[in-house]
């Protein structure tokens, strides 16, 4: 019994000295559709991504990139194979305790913004804040101003979210995603629904928080310009990656 | 730091106010009916009882003669002798209590009876002219009959009270009256089943509501019916006794029972009908207002799942954002239970209001100018327990299959 512990102490401390510069590993993972048929949407994929590092994920639909960003999202738990994130082995974790995981250490931005339409801007990028509880709600109030001036949207903080336009949307959700300092920013095609203009904005605020942050960014995105101005590519072709 | 839970909860109820005025009135109907319905079927069940118990009392004491004769003869059983006794009869029978005072006394040692009276009942003919009734005479000690039944209450015409102060007066029911075609002042004759008769004055008259009581009955002094029944100061066919709560009364006639060598009657006893159709009205009421707010439950359900599946994507997105189920439970409960507080609140105070209007309606029966209504603080707190426990069961639902949403298949369109 004592022996086996401490087999674990000792492998799970290697993890960690191999994971220091490793905002994000995935490995081996496996996963299936079932429904209507049994089918194979990722074959073995193992990937490292480090910390600081403004990765993009590309490939035709239903190469299973999209599938893949949720997995690391850790909301799909339905998979084989080990994620650990921030030296968390989220596999396996129950729900609740993935939920306050996300809360904690990762930020979404997502093609559509999804934003609570009847609450206003500021609540809505103070709203995973309040959740986590770890700062004063003047804290929070400060910090979420600070951002929607870095975004450029300071001036509507008192609008609803329903109110402002589509490209202003996009950053008060990237604002919303980044207001608990997480360690991994994932969005789903965050430029997909954007004009030239508004994707430009929003890829130089990924590239500015990945740079002088070191927040690590990890985007599916279908836009082969946003693409190669990151600083790795992943490309998937039929559930596998192909660098 | 008000918590973020509450604060999305609020924010969702008061974004959409129409929907929220619907649920909250779905809520404020049923418990207010719930309320109503009771505080009537309640005001009916007493005006029942105290229209009853205007001429009955809780606990009666009277000679109960009934039963075989005893026969005397001892049955010897040898083989060759036959005793028969055909035809037996009450040889020496007793009509009433000849010693009620005793029976008074055994019931004024218990402390749960609070009002005594005892009366000489006896069946009568009264005769006006031609016209005859047979009928019912009541002598009464008007003193204890007044607290007891508050007969002054029940009087149309006239005065209990002057029954004491002639011994030829008598107040008639109002049904009775009529029959005889007498009224205040009329000399009317009655005869005794002995063949006695006497001349009587009419001082009054008197309206119970008991249709079957007004139309024969007539009231006289006990005195005077002692008279004129030639018996003794301390007899009486009857000794009434009524305790603090009718209910009561069934335990408390068995207490005294032992002590007492007459027989001895809980108003139950004899009328049984009178409670089964209290506890029938009271199931009615019951299920019927449950109904009711079962109904609204099926509102608020619907406003929830309607709720629910309007905000998908926002539940999807909060959850990405690392609110778990529980939370979403709380969310959408607390909605639902907001509704119902509001809803409960303003129900109860429109069952309040709707029963005291009923309350005033005019409703002219017996000694009732309006519609009877009982304000129970029970009615009230079980209406409210009740109407909060079906809109949490019926925000639960929704709330539930909220917190089970799968992000990635909202998320992912």
Same mark, same amino acid.
């Given at each position: ?37 049994? /089918?194979? @949407? &990722?074959?073995? +994929?193992?990937?490292?991504?480090? $910390?600081?590092?403004?990765? #993009? ?61 009847? /609450?206003? @801007? &500021?609540?809505? +990028?103070?709203?995973?804040?309040? $959740?986590?509880?770890?700062? #004063? ?73 990945? $740079? ?32 | ?413």
């Amino acid at each position: 019994m004592n022996v086996s512990i401490i087999g674990i102490t000792i492998i799970t401390m290697g993890v960690i000295k191999n994971n220091k510069m490793k905002a994000l590993t995935a490995n081996k993972i496996t996963k299936y559709f079932h429904d209507p048929e049994t /089918f194979q @949407v &990722l074959k073995d +994929v193992s990937f490292d991504v480090n $910390k600081g590092e403004f990765v #993009s994920i590309v490939g035709k639909s239903g190469s299973g990139k999209s599938t893949l960003l949720y997995l690391l999202s850790t909301m799909d738990t339905s998979y084989e194979g080990n994620i650990t994130i921030n030296d968390t082995t989220v596999t396996g974790l129950t729900q609740n305790q993935l939920a306050k995981f996300r809360n904690e250490h990762i930020g979404f931005v997502f093609q559509f913004h999804y934003l609570l339409p009847e /609450f206003s @801007v &500021l609540d809505n +990028v103070m709203l995973p804040a309040l $959740k986590l509880k770890k700062k #004063s709600k003047e804290e929070i109030e400060a910090r979420a101003m600070e951002l929607l001036t870095l975004l450029d949207i300071k001036g509507h903080e008192t609008k609803k979210a329903s109110k402002i336009s589509g490209g202003q949307q996009q950053r008060v959700a990237i604002a919303r995603a980044l207001i608990n300092e997480p360690a991994i920013i994932m969005g789903d095609e965050p430029t997909g629904n954007l004009d030239s203009k508004n994707t430009k904005i929003v890829f130089d605020i990924f590239r500015q928080l990945a $740079k002088e942050k070191g927040q690590t960014i990890i985007a599916v995105t279908h836009d082969d310009e946003f693409a190669a101005n990151c600083d790795r590519i992943i490309e998937m072709v039929d559930g596998k990656i192909i660098q | 730091m008000a918590n973020i839970n509450n604060k999305i909860s609020w924010t969702h109820l008061t974004s959409k106010v129409k929907q929220l005025i619907v649920a909250v009135l779905s809520v404020t109907f049923g418990i207010s009916m719930y309320v109503f319905m009771n505080s009537f079927m309640n005001g009916v069940n007493n005006a029942q009882t105290d229209i009853t118990f205007t001429s009955m009392s809780h606990i009666r004491v009277y000679n109960d003669p009934a039963g075989e004769p005893a026969i005397l003869l001892s049955q010897k059983s040898t083989s060759d002798t036959l005793t028969m006794v055909s035809n037996a009869k009450h040889i020496n029978y007793t009509e009433g209590m000849i010693n009620a005072d005793e029976v008074k006394e055994v019931l004024q040692k218990n402390k749960d009876i609070v009002a005594i009276t005892e009366q000489v009942n006896q069946n009568v003919f009264f005769r006006n002219g031609v016209t005859k009734v047979s009928g019912s005479l009541s002598g009464v000690d008007t003193a204890n009959e007044i607290q007891m039944f508050n007969t002054t209450e029940y009087i149309t015409e006239g005065s209990l009270n002057d029954l004491d102060k002639r011994s030829d007066a008598v107040v008639l029911g109002t049904g009775l009256a009529d029959k005889l075609s007498a009224s205040m002042g009329d000399n009317i004759s009655l005869t005794t089943a002995d063949g006695v008769n006497k001349v009587f004055k009419v001082v009054g008259l008197i309206e119970t509501g008991s249709g079957s009581v007004d139309k024969s009955r007539a009231i006289i002094s006990i005195n005077t019916a002692r008279q004129l029944l030639s018996k003794n100061k301390s007899y009486a066919t009857d000794v009434m006794a009524n305790v603090k709560d009718y209910n009561d009364a069934k335990t408390i006639a068995d207490e005294v029972r032992s002590d007492i060598k007459y027989k001895t009657e809980a108003w139950q006893e004899g009328n049984a009908q009178l409670e089964s159709a209290n506890t029938l009205r009271d199931i009615i009421a019951i299920a019927v207002s449950l109904t009711i707010l079962i109904v609204a439950g099926f509102g608020i359900y619907n406003i929830m799942n309607m709720t629910v599946s309007e905000k998908i994507r926002e539940i999807a997105i909060l959850k990405a954002m690392g609110f778990d189920g529980r939370d979403i439970v709380y969310i959408f409960l607390v909605q639902s239970v907001i509704i119902g507080l509001i809803g409960g609140f303003i129900g109860l105070l429109l069952g309040f209001a709707v029963a005291s209007i009923v309350d005033r309606i005019p409703f002219k029966i017996a000694s009732f100018d309006t519609l009877p209504i009982t304000y129970l603080p029970a009615d009230y707190i079980l209406a409210m327990i009740f109407g909060l426990a079906i809109t949490f069961i019926a925000g639960y639902l929704p709330a539930r299959k909220a917190s089970k949403i799968d992000p990635v298949q909202i998320l992912r369109g």
